[in-house]
């Protein structure tokens, strides 16, 4: 079970406790809250960049970094091109997990590189679709869940950065996509036997559409498609889950990132909450 602990904000950004405590406070041994006679309502991009800034706190010059994808995401991209350019951080190199993250990163003019050229990766920061109470994940909503899983494997620190809206008591169980990426051949065998894999907890599997009013399927970075299953009930077993999901010839990955975060930082109404294992 991860443990918890809470920030105190500056007076500019404190909050009032939330009324009804997160699952995952209800879950950890200790609990605290941060009380403050205004109490500003924060958006949910403010409390995403809240987030996000706190994360780059533990960003050192001469770092490489694994650099995610997302909205979440996009904030700590801005914060360490803001540093670079002041010169509060140098010699930072970033190894992008999409083609939108190296775009965003090449034009704050942060230094990029490969994970072919830089095999270990210092620390690596990314948003999440679900965090559970064990620091599991679901990942890839965004697309970007087969580079972000290699990237994130690869590197010795995970920091997750989300706001509250993503914490679940399990996995699958926002009624949201858990995206898995497959190969363009026979998609549509593939969706069938995904649905039919989690058959028991409601599976609904849908093909990715680009978003654009036509149904044309969404491409991936890597020229793969990506089949989103929604499920009724959350899974029991995630690593079980996992393991049959990548056992079929044609997945490529699958959104659960278990065991791979080293700590959430968590955004929310109570204040900023560093959540480690
Ligand atoms: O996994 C991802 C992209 O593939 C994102 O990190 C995830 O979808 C969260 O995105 P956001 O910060 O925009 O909510």
Redesign the pocket.
């Known amino acids: 079970m991860a443990s918890l602990s809470f920030l105190h904000l500056s007076s500019a950004t404190r909050f009032t406790p939330r009324a009804t405590p997160l699952n995952h406070r209800a879950r950890t041994q200790k609990s605290f809250s941060i009380r403050s006679q205004s109490a500003p309502v924060l958006s949910q991009d403010e409390l ?1 960049k809240l987030a996000a800034d706190k994360a780059v706190e533990s960003v050192k010059s001469g770092m490489v970094l694994g650099l ?6 996009a904030f700590v991209v801005d914060k360490l091109g803001q540093l670079l350019s002041t010169g509060q951080l140098s010699n930072i190199v970033g190894i992008p997990t999409s083609k939108r993250t190296q775009e965003q990163a090449a034009s704050l003019n942060i230094p990029l590189s490969t994970l072919d050229l830089h095999p270990h990766i210092d620390l690596a920061i ?4 679900e965090v559970d109470p064990n620091l599991d994940l679901v ?7 087969l580079r ?1 899983k290699m990237v994130e494997a690869a590197s010795s620190s995970f920091i997750v950065v ?1 706001d509250d809206s993503k914490l679940v008591s399990g996995l699958g169980g926002s009624g949201l996509a858990m995206p898995v990426e497959v190969v363009q051949f026979c998609w549509k065998y593939n969706l069938v036997r995904l649905e039919g894999l989690f058959k028991e907890l409601g599976c609904e599997a849908k093909l990715r559409l680009a978003g654009d009013g036509s149904e044309k399927p969404y491409v991936t970075d890597n020229m793969n498609y990506i089949v989103d299953l929604y499920f009724k009930n959350p899974i029991k077993d995630g690593f079980a889950a996992g393991k049959e999901i990548s056992a079929m010839e044609g997945v490529v990955e699958h959104g659960l990132f278990l065991g791979m975060a080293t700590s959430v930082i968590i955004a929310g109404k109570t204040g900023v909450e560093v959540m480690t294992k």
Not at 68 to 73: D, K
């Open positions: 995403k995610g994808t997302g909205s979440t995401a990314d948003g999440a679709d990942k890839g909503r965004g697309g970007a869940l972000e989300a």
